[in-house]
Structures are given as C-alpha cells and as structure tokens.
C-alpha cells in the first residue's frame, strides 16, 4: 500500500514568491496535517483538516493557507515567501482528527527560499 | 499550553547497549497522548512508540519501552540492545486527548547515534 506521497521532494524559490506543496493521504484517511520544520527543530503545526473542513491552526501568519480536496489530499499555499520559510515541510495522514488513530508521515518536501 | 522539552540534543551509545533518552512535558490537560517519533536521515516521521496517560502501564515495543511518570509529566524512551540502524533524531510528543483536533507538539530532539 502507498504511504504518504509529497510532492515535490526538493524545490527553491526566491523570495517574495508563492509556493504549493502537495500531499497525498494514505487510502481511507481523512485526516491531513501539516508541519513545518525548521533545521535543528522539531516540527511545528501549520493546519489540520479533517473532511474538507479546516480543525485546527497553528501561529503561522496568514500568508499560510491549505485546502483539502474530495479525495482526501491537500495543498499548503505559502504567498510572499520569506527567507525563513525555507523549512522541511511535512504532511501526516490519519484515519480520524482527533489521535485516537496513527499519524503517518511523508518523506517531506524541502523547500529553500534564496 | 502544552509544552515538550528534551534536554539531550544529543547522545550516543555502542552498539548492543542500552540508552535512554529523556522528555518532560508541561500540561493542565489530564487525558492526553505521548509519542515518540524517529526520523531517519531520510526524513521521515516513523512512530516507535505511543503512550495513554490514563493508562499506568508503560507501553513497550519490542526494543523499546517507556518510563511515563505522569505525576512529575517525564516520559522517556529506553532503546535496549541497540542497532547500528537506530541511528537518528529521536522527537518526544504530545498530543491532547479527544476533541476534534488531533495535532502533536513535539521537541526539539536528540541525536542519536549508535556506534558499532
């Protein structure tokens, strides 16, 4: 069974740029998440949606935004890109919002913003 | 709001030995999850181990086991005979029980590294 797939793996933007990442759920989950993770941290939460529906933000500015499509999968917008959103961004996939279940994870896609 | 330290950036150990690494986290919530995630170099999330705080019991799994100590809110992992292939950063998390949002609030990590 496929895990979860993020697209693309690696890209660089330039500054003051806007950027999609996509991520594609594992098959059934419903639940998308996405984090980002600066080098040498933990991850941080950007958004959680569950059934299309937006169930949770972090403290990002509003120059983050995400939707999720019929198919469960998702994109994180990121407009007018600063040196300091170069970060691994990360994407986790469950069957339910609320932890009950298991988050997995995609491999990532690590942006670069120069 | 939660928070989740980890002390030890970084650790190592001989291969076969045991390490533990440690967490504490800081919470009013009185039902909630911890995790322990690692994350190769190839950079992605895998989860080892996950622990209820309702329950007493200290999760296990194979290798690896817990030491939750809910009163003094610590939760570390124990990696008993350790492999070359353990190698990685390891990130303690929380999460909090039920409702309709389930994001995790992780560490900053420590770096493990398993020397033959």
């Known amino acids: 069974d496929a895990g979860v797939t993020q697209s693309p793996t690696h890209l660089i933007k330039t500054r003051g740029q806007q950027v999609t990442l996509r991520c594609s759920p594992i098959?059934?989950?419903?639940?998308v998440s996405w984090y980002q993770q600066v080098l040498g941290q933990g991850p941080q939460f950007i958004f959680q949606?569950?059934?299309?529906?937006?169930?949770g933000r972090g403290n990002f500015p509003d120059r983050f935004s995400a939707r999720q499509f019929p198919n469960y999968s998702s994109e994180l917008n990121v407009n007018a890109l600063l040196l300091g959103d170069s970060a691994l961004y990360l994407c986790?996939?469950?069957?339910?919002?609320?932890?009950?279940?298991?988050?997995?994870f995609g491999q990532g896609t690590r942006l670069t913003v120069v | 709001a939660q928070t989740v330290t980890q002390s030890q950036p970084e650790m190592s150990v001989q291969e076969a030995e045991t390490v533990t690494l440690s967490c504490t986290y800081d919470?009013?919530?009185?039902?909630?999850?911890l995790f322990w995630y690692k994350q190769p170099p190839s950079r992605q999330m895998i989860l080892v181990i996950r622990?209820?705080?309702?329950?007493?019991q200290n999760a296990t799994e194979n290798r690896f086991s817990v030491n939750f100590q809910k009163a003094a809110k610590s939760f570390s992992l124990k990696i008993s005979d350790s492999q070359l292939g353990d190698t990685a950063m390891y990130f303690c998390?929380?999460?909090?029980?039920?409702?309709?949002?389930?994001?995790?609030?992780f560490g900053k990590g420590t770096k493990l590294s398993v020397k033959p």
């Open positions: 998390a929380f999460m909090k029980y039920g409702g309709s949002q389930g994001n995790l609030i």
């Open positions: 986790a996939s469950s069957w339910e919002s609320g932890g009950r279940t298991e988050a997995f």
């Open positions: 949606y569950y059934e299309k529906e937006e169930r």
């Open positions: 919470t009013s919530e009185n039902n909630y999850y």
């Open positions: 098959s059934g989950h419903k639940s």
């Open positions: 622990q209820e705080a309702y329950k007493q």
